[in-house]
């Protein structure tokens, strides 16, 4: 029997030592979405701030961070008004099933005091 030819041609693959099957690595090193331009400059004097205090900051620089809060602020205002379908629908049915609640309440108050005004 001959023994097999040596194979320089092969294409091992072994994968990643700690990876789970089926998971997929992140395509960012740093994973993620990137901040815009404006969040990581806005988040920069914040850190500045924070460590040396206003007098270290241009006025173009903490301008753009009073504006950058102002806007974020709105965005978050505007965003907590709004419902989404599911809580407007489940307010809609408690509002009716409390309305009917009520409505029964009064209706049984109201039948007792006719009938001890009647009785007299």
Known sequence: MEAPAVVSDILEHHGIKGMKWGVRRKATVGGGVQPHHDAARAHETHQTL???????????????????????????????????????????????????????????????????VLSK
């Open 50 to 116: 924070k460590k040396h205090g206003s007098h270290a900051i241009s006025t173009s620089d903490l301008q753009h961070y009073a504006n950058r809060l102002s806007v974020e602020q709105n965005v978050s205002r505007l965003q907590s008004n709004q419902k989404n379908a599911g809580a407007k629908y489940v307010g809609k049915v408690l509002g009716r099933v409390g309305n009917r609640v009520v409505d029964k309440i009064i209706d049984k108050s109201l039948d007792a005091s006719f009938k001890v």
